[in-house]
Nanobody, 120 residues
Framework: VQLQASGGGLVQVGGSLRLSCAASGSVAGINAMSWYRQAPGKQRELVAEITSGGNLNYADSVKGRFIISRDNAKNIVDLQMNSLKPEDTAVYYC???????????????WGQGTQVTVSS
């Protein structure tokens, strides 16, 4: 199983970006899908999470600006980021808690990370 993230880039303050992450391989089912980020010199932090039941969880710093969504048929999780601020600059990682075929327990998978830079 592999997670491939895309959509990062350079954007001005107030702009928008959309990140996408797709799982490929022998995926049997996916529990929670999440986005994390890590800024230089800081710990990785949870940005947004969406459960298999559609429950949402956002970091306080992004509430009202970011929207997480998922496509269960395509094993994709997206993050729409609006009203971007310089403090949103970080490497963004997708994460999925998923079942591989023929495995009884889920495993934690990470994407490769995509850089988001917000210039002022």
């Amino acid at each position: 199983v592999q997670l491939q993230a895309s959509g990062g880039g350079l954007v001005q303050v107030g702009g928008s970006l959309r990140l996408s992450c797709a799982a490929s391989g022998s995926v049997a089912g996916i529990n929670a899908m999440s986005w994390y980020r890590q800024a230089p010199g800081k710990q990785r932090e949870l940005v947004a999470e969406i459960t298999s039941g559609g429950n949402l969880n956002y970091a306080d710093s992004v509430k009202g600006r970011f929207i997480i969504s998922r496509d269960n048929a395509k094993n994709i999780v997206d993050l729409q980021m609006n009203s971007l601020k310089p403090e949103d600059t970080a490497v963004y990682y997708c994460n999925m808690d998923l079942y591989q075929r023929y495995r009884m327990r889920p495993d934690d998978y990470w994407g490769q990370g995509t850089q988001v830079t917000v210039s002022s």
